[in-house]
């Protein structure tokens, strides 16, 4: 422990009230536990003070308890651990909804005797969706549903099964009520899945979901924002990245102003960084019209809510992002399958050089290597017209890295937003890419030893929005369904809690507000059921917050604490 660092910290803040009026006593102390900071020295003290909004300092108990005074609140942590509030650096939403809940099947008979159950109880014809938050990988078989395994329990209904961002898989009668057929042809950017015969299996990846027309979701309301939040916070998290768009949906202004106006009625419980997002890249005119119907600019907000800056991208996720070399063999394609270019150079390019000149930053969806080097090359030109240096522009996901990357974003100084989403999707990722592959995705231990800021997320309602199972991945590279990959790639436990807290601080510039508990800064932590650093490794992925406080004020509280 380095107590008397905290407590000279306590000290000089006292001392510098020393000329003026007699220092103020702290509101809130929490003393008798472990504290870590994630200070630069990681620093780990006994008790934390509070004023306002804000840490006062941490240390020794003695010497923080000697900051209270008559109306001081005092609580007995009895040698708990806290940490700084954690923060998703990608994070669309919590998931769930009206759809058929998938999240929690664990074998395809399951899975179709969801299906089976809603199709019972809904009328012939009537369109049935899926929640998007399942993934194939939890499945007992590993595999995506068949089109004619949906046929069986759903004959008589249009049926989507809404896999996280980038597919659908659909049964016959979706097929052909969307007049989707063998001979039709796949669109710019997408992939209709096929058998080695030729026959649809039924999957609809990236823009090929296009050809299916979903009613639109159900109507965001700020209460349902709310409760997402809730959700959230009980898991620890104080802020959160929202990567363009709340709903997965084109809509990303309306949201925004539902956080604005949360804002407004002092109802967030959390800090949001909310990123603009392009979706149509087709005409640069579009991109300029876009942009100026926002009637936002770059960096607005305060430590609530704050403009982040923009969401692009160029390929699809791990069932089409975009590879040097082939895929091992998907959609019959005979290993000539390299992955989606779903927005081409061409298109990409200019709208990049456009958001850089407009002093947008940029954060860019790429998975495969070959959709990093289109990243790059754009960001680089985009540099040449006007430095990006320093503004801490991204790529997200960034799963396949190679050697020649590295020296080209640290260039540019770039940041890595990365997710947990190997833990999940293993097996998918080595049926696509093959073994060695999926090992090296998301190589969190090469991109830190690179000098790389790496900030921490889980792309929910992709994977499930629970920060500790991304650390847990991160430090073990254990899967949920398939063993460990790449253990080369794991990291420490110090080096993980950093990620998902000054490190996504400093991806949004406030490495100076948050992210740490240290004197001055926000007072966002968390108290935890077991302590970090040393319970056993597998119970890292089930530690549950007793309490998350957020700007001085409890937001969550366990029942049992």
Aim: hydrophobic share 40%; aromatic share 8%.
């Amino acid at each position: 422990m380095n107590l008397h660092r905290f407590a000279a910290l306590a000290a000089l803040a006292l001392a510098a009230c020393s000329s003026g009026p007699a220092p103020q006593s702290a509101d809130l102390i929490l003393y008798n536990g472990k504290i870590l900071t994630v200070d630069p020295a990681f620093s780990v003290a006994q008790a934390v003070a509070i004023r306002g909004e804000r840490f006062l300092a941490a240390g020794s108990n003695e010497s923080i308890r000697g900051m209270a005074g008559p109306q001081t609140k005092q609580i007995d942590l009895r040698g708990r651990t806290v940490i700084p509030g954690l923060m998703d650096g990608h994070l669309h939403n919590a998931g769930g909804g009206p759809g058929v809940d998938l999240s929690r099947v664990r074998s395809m008979d399951a899975l179709l005797a969801a299906v089976e159950a809603r199709a019972r109880n809904t009328p012939a014809g009537e369109l049935i969706l899926s929640n998007p938050d399942w993934h194939e990988a939890q499945l007992a078989e590993k595999r995506l549903p068949h089109r004619t395994e949906l046929d069986r329990v759903a004959p008589k209904n249009p049926l989507v099964l809404i896999r996280g961002g980038h597919s659908y898989i659909v049964n016959s009668a979706a097929l052909e009520r969307w007049s989707i057929t063998r001979e039709t042809k796949t669109p710019p950017g997408g992939e209709i899945g096929h058998d080695p015969d030729g026959q649809l299996n039924g999957e609809l990846v990236d823009t090929a979901r296009s050809l299916i027309k979903l009613p639109p979701p159900p109507k965001l309301t700020p209460e349902a924002i709310e409760a997402q939040m809730k959700l959230l916070n009980s898991v620890g998290l104080t802020g959160i990245r929202i990567p363009g768009s709340f709903q997965f949906g084109p809509d990303v202004i309306g949201p925004y102003r539902m956080f604005q106006q949360l804002r407004k009625d002092g109802r967030l419980t959390m800090r949001v960084n909310y990123l603009m997002r392009i979706f149509d890249f087709s005409s640069l005119d579009k991109v300029r019209a876009t942009i100026d119907s926002w009637n936002v600019k770059p960096d607005e907000g305060d430590e609530w809510l704050r403009v982040g800056g923009v969401k692009t991208l160029v390929d699809g996720g791990f069932e089409g992002g975009h590879m040097r070399e082939p895929y091992v063999e998907p959609y019959g394609r005979g290993g000539k399958f390299k992955g989606i270019e779903v927005v081409p150079p061409d298109h990409y390019r200019p709208v990049i050089l456009e958001l850089n000149r407009r002093g947008w930053r940029v954060a860019t969806h790429a998975v495969g290597d070959a959709a990093v080097d289109q990243v790059l090359d754009a960001y680089e030109a985009a540099n040449r017209e006007r430095s990006i240096k320093g503004r801490r522009w991204a790529i997200e996901h960034f799963f396949i890295a190679r050697p020649d990357h590295f020296p080209r974003a640290r260039a540019l100084e770039l940041v890595v937003s990365a997710q947990d989403h190997l833990y999940l999707a293993a097996p998918s990722m080595a049926k696509y890419w093959g073994r060695a592959r999926a090992e090296q995705v998301t190589p969190v231990r090469t991109f830190l030893d690179e000098k790389l800021l790496v900030a921490g997320g889980t792309d929910s309602p992709v994977i499930p929005y629970n920060p500790f199972w991304s650390m847990y991945h991160f430090i073990s590279r254990e899967t949920i369904s398939d063993g460990v990959y790449g253990a080369s790639q794991r990291i420490g436990r110090q080096e993980a809690l950093r990620i998902f807290t000054i490190n996504n601080a400093r991806l949004t510039f406030e490495e100076n507000l948050k992210g740490s508990i240290e004197p001055g800064k926000l007072a966002d932590l968390v108290v935890l059921s077991a302590d970090y650093l040393t319970v056993p490794e597998k119970q890292i992925e089930s530690l549950k917050p007793l309490a998350t406080m957020v700007g001085g004020r409890f937001v969550y509280t366990d029942p049992a604490w």
